[in-house]
């Protein structure tokens, strides 16, 4: 296993990266990157264990549903990094499973991969969200064919790929990039039906960074969440790069052209889920908090709104939970959690989310955006006008109070806020890809007798009469005796 300093010297690794109109030689030393890069070296530092045959948790394969829950409650004190390479790998694995009686080279490639990366303790990200140009258009008729990551060369050792991956958190401060089609290629778009392992530093690979850190110069009690937890989002370029053939894991086979993308959902999405019980907790704790203060807590609408965020913060974990107890099982005895429960709690989380958020802003009030910084209460000449202004009550003077607001804000309204809103809707496919998923998995075929049995009408379209009306319950449904 590695430290957080041997992590750290793993990332000066002769990577091509950019950010903010710059290129950056050492994205340990770069403002913008150096917090979420010092975030994963701790989690590494975290883990860490001597010894040649030891691994981090996050190599685990769970076997059970007790295993599946204990390890989704472990990755919610995880890095992202961490966190990624967590379902990076358990992909993988399902990828490698569904596919082993068609192709059992590309099953062994997968499995010797996650091997590989066990013993390398590397983290890994997802490449799935394709640059796609005019979306209308499929990958093969676009006026730019690298508009979707395509095969652009083959030879005996491996392929040359070309195109860009967007949307890719923490790729700055990865090792390697998990890319995969978007979606299902039909026949005639075989090159770019590409999975592939591509470690950040090969030739020809471009990291150009989006950053969501707060300035340096900035107090970080204005910004109480986001200067802790950082995310980069990379849009990744691959310039002809060669990938080996032990890295390729598909390589134009348009059967398992979604495979990877539909195993990957499943394991991000319920991730995410997992990432959402707490987030949406955390969001009836900052109202009942802000609530609080601000005295308006016996409030009949507050106490409403309340009640509402605490109903959408259930049904999450209701689901969660589901989707854990209902895990299934593959071949080799590997527990994946169910993928009607998973998706349909992904899709509540996510449409919900800016209802709850509106109810947060409505109960704490327009101070979340005005509250001066708490630098003004140390000055002289503004503390006593905050102190006196910014209280409300006793036990709540300025500084508790105008620490919610800068955390509310922070959380829900600032930079890291209106990233978190954008990416509870689309981190891992946006609200109808878990609709089609959901619709998928649906019980339909039961849902459509049920519907019979209370119009009277058998399977074939017969309109039932005496005794056959009889619903289970001893009574015709009509009324009739």
């Avoid at 910014?390 to 209106?418: K, P, Q």
């Amino acid at each position: 296993m590695l430290t957080g300093d041997q992590y750290l010297q793993s990332l000066r690794d002769g990577r091509r990266v950019f950010v903010n109109g710059h290129a950056v030689p050492d994205v340990t030393a770069e403002p913008l990157l150096r917090g979420p890069a010092l975030a994963a070296a701790l989690g590494y530092d975290r883990h860490y264990r001597p010894g040649d045959d030891v691994h981090g948790p996050y190599f685990f394969i769970p076997t059970s549903v007790d295993e599946l829950r204990e390890s989704q409650e472990r990755q919610l004190h995880w890095d992202f990094p961490t966190i990624s390479t967590s379902a990076s790998l358990l992909m993988v694995l399902t990828a490698a499973s569904r596919m082993r009686a068609q192709h059992p080279e590309y099953a062994e490639r997968a499995l010797a991969y996650f091997e590989d990366s066990k013993r390398r303790d590397i983290r890994i990200v997802q490449g799935i969200t394709d640059a796609k140009g005019n979306r209308a258009l499929s990958p093969g008729k676009q006026d730019d064919p690298d508009l979707y990551v395509r095969i652009v060369d083959r030879s005996a050792d491996g392929v040359v790929i070309r195109g860009a991956k967007m949307h890719i958190s923490s790729a700055a401060v990865s090792h390697d990039v998990m890319v995969m089609p978007t979606k299902r290629m039909k026949p005639g778009e075989e090159d770019w039906s590409i999975a592939a392992a591509v470690p950040l530093n090969a030739p020809g690979v471009r990291v150009i960074n989006a950053s969501f850190a707060p300035r340096p110069d900035l107090d970080p009690d204005f910004y109480p969440y986001s200067s802790r937890h950082v995310m980069t989002e990379g849009l990744i370029v691959f310039d002809d790069v060669f990938v080996p053939n032990e890295r390729v894991f598909l390589a134009g086979e348009l059967e398992h052209s979604a495979t990877f993308v539909h195993s990957l959902g499943l394991w991000e999405r319920l991730g995410s889920v997992g990432s959402y019980v707490r987030l949406a907790d955390t969001l009836v704790g900052l109202a009942q908090l802000v609530a609080e203060a601000n005295g308006l807590q016996k409030i009949p609408h507050i106490k409403d709104k309340i009640a509402e965020m605490i109903t959408y913060a259930t049904l999450i974990r209701a689901a969660f939970e589901a989707a854990m107890s209902h895990a299934t099982f593959t071949p080799e005895g590997w527990a994946s959690p169910d993928e009607l429960f998973t998706n349909a709690a992904k899709y509540h989380a996510a449409a919900e989310f800016s209802t709850m958020v509106r109810n947060l802003h409505d109960i704490a009030g327009g101070s979340v955006l005005t509250a001066p910084s708490l630098r003004d209460l140390q000055n002289p000449e503004t503390a006593a006008d905050l102190r006196k202004y910014m209280r409300t009550m006793e036990g709540v003077d300025a500084d508790y109070r105008m620490r919610l607001f800068h955390t509310i804000r922070d959380f829900t309204a600032d930079s890291y806020g209106g990233w978190k809103h954008v990416t509870v809707i689309q981190a891992g496919g946006g609200l109808y890809a878990q609709k089609v998923v959901v619709t998928a998995h649906f019980d339909m075929e039961n849902a459509k007798a049920l519907a019979r049995e209370t119009a009277g009408i058998s399977a074939s379209g017969e309109v039932l009469s005496g005794l056959e009306r009889l619903g289970p319950h001893g009574y015709d449904p009509s009324g009739a005796v």
